[in-house]
């Protein structure tokens, strides 16, 4: 599956047709997601019976898990695995939650219900920017509070109405408890990032409009939903354990609000020990945590986009490059001894040729694309030959016994 290519919700819906079994309910469905980074809005992995030839970036584990999540969540409540179905529901509760007011979003709900427009709607739900240029400068990649979106629809499935006060409702309630549980202890610039993390993916409300007065004590003590009330608990744990440590203040806050929501202790306890285990398993991979000065963070950000760039059309790339013989001459020749400065040009020109060719490579013809060849130069042999559409969905035969994916 490549979930930055055309048809990976299909091939995403032929992969879980078959797994109705594997969450036998909301809980093990929570804590998978919780275990993968979803509920706290940091995507570490993905769901271990979905396969990925590459290693997925941290937007692509989001789309992956916001789907999943969305889909078993549709399986348990609705007792069926229909995926058209599925799609035709998703659509249906985008629509009723009027998530955006954009045109381009507007388009996608009043069009065809297809999987190719279910695609554009998750991106549209995962990236907080519109473009590839903006992400790569900006640390801040993905929605960090997608699961509100999980737990609208459930209460959608459940007969719920006003569905989209129902979502500002939890948005006012997660961006309080995330602002109070801050407070309760002595920033950093960890902290501010995680602020910005989640000011950022508000989608219902605005920041400026949330009150932060401590009013959101009053509506949290009439929410009765468990699991809404267990997402809230797991951000505030979040919060306070970023910096490995709990002093009296941090602890008495989390108690605190947990006995509010009805929490025994050993369940606040074990929200605090889930996050610090978390930390501990995924602190390398946790992307706001990193701190590198501005030069590091370009140059990596820029690698990941050029990397996946690359692999995503690896097959196109095999093909203009090997018609390209003096090109990759140039390059090998480039990767023992320096170039003349007439040879750097002739590869300049050739590759802005084979960028024309690829449209996804369109980054690279963008005022100050240039600086981003040397990062593909250096990838170039990562290219491999590939027999295979990763997203290819393929036709069953009744007859002949299903592959392992």
């Given amino acids: 599956m490549n979930p930055s290519g055309p048809g990976w919700i299909n091939k995403f819906g032929e992969v879980v047709i078959n797994k109705a079994g594997v969450y036998s309910d909301f809980s093990t469905l929570y804590e998978s997601l919780k275990n993968n980074g979803f509920v706290y809005g940091i995507n570490v992995r993905i769901p271990s019976f979905i396969t990925i030839e590459h290693k997925p970036s941290e937007d692509e584990m989001a789309k992956i898990n916001l789907v999943s999540a969305l889909y078993f969540t549709y399986s348990l409540e609705r007792r069926e695995t229909s995926f058209d179905d599925f799609v035709e529901t998703i659509f249906t509760f985008y629509k009723e939650l009027n998530v955006s007011q954009i045109s381009f979003l507007n388009k996608i709900l009043t069009g065809s219900k297809t999987s190719a427009q279910l695609e554009k709607l998750i991106d549209s739900r995962v ?16 929605n960090s509070l997608l699961f509100i979106d999980v ?25 309080n408890i995330t602002y109070h549980a801050l407070n309760a202890k002595e920033k950093n610039k960890s902290d501010e990032k995680l602020s ?4 950022a993916s508000l989608s219902f409300i605005d920041d400026d409009e949330s009150h932060f007065d401590g009013s959101y004590r009053e509506v949290l003590l009439t929410n009765y939903s468990p699991w809404e009330n267990q997402y809230f608990l797991d951000v505030a744990s979040l919060t306070v354990w970023e910096d490995y440590s709990l002093d009296y203040k941090e602890s ?25 285990i978390f930390f501990k398993k995924n602190v390398q991979n946790i992307s706001f945590l990193k701190d590198t000065n501005m030069a590091v963070q370009f140059y990596d950000s820029m690698s990941k986009v050029v990397n996946k760039l690359i692999l995503r059309n690896s097959k196109r790339l095999q093909k203009e490059l090997s018609e390209s013989k ?5 390059i090998s020749k480039g990767a023992v001894k320096d170039l003349s ?7 300049q020109d050739q590759l802005v040729d084979v960028f024309k060719s690829v449209p996804s490579l369109a980054i690279f013809l963008l005022p100050g694309g ?17 027999s295979f559409d990763e997203n290819r969905v393929a036709k069953k035969d009744k007859n002949t016994p299903e592959k392992p994916l």
């Avoid at 008495?252 to 605090?272: N, R, T």
């Avoid at 400065?341 to 590869?347: P, S, V």
């Fill in 127 to 142: 990236y907080l920017e519109d473009n590839v240029i903006s992400r790569t400068f900006n640390s801040i990649i993905t």
């Fill in 151 to 175: 737990l609208t629809l459930r209460h959608y499935l459940r007969g719920g109405d006003k569905i989209r006060e129902h979502a500002q409702k939890l948005e006012y309630l997660a961006i």
């Fill in 196 to 199: 910005q993390l989640f000011a």
């Fill in 252 to 276: 008495e806050f989390i108690y605190g609000i947990g006995k509010d929501m009805g929490f025994p202790e050993d369940q606040i306890a074990k929200s605090l020990e889930d996050i610090t």
């Fill in 326 to 330: 003096e090109l990759v001459y140039l």
């Fill in 341 to 347: 400065a007439d040879e750097k040009k002739k590869i």
């Fill in 370 to 386: 240039a600086v981003l060849l040397p990062i593909f130069i250096k990838l170039i042999p990562a290219l491999l030959p590939s």
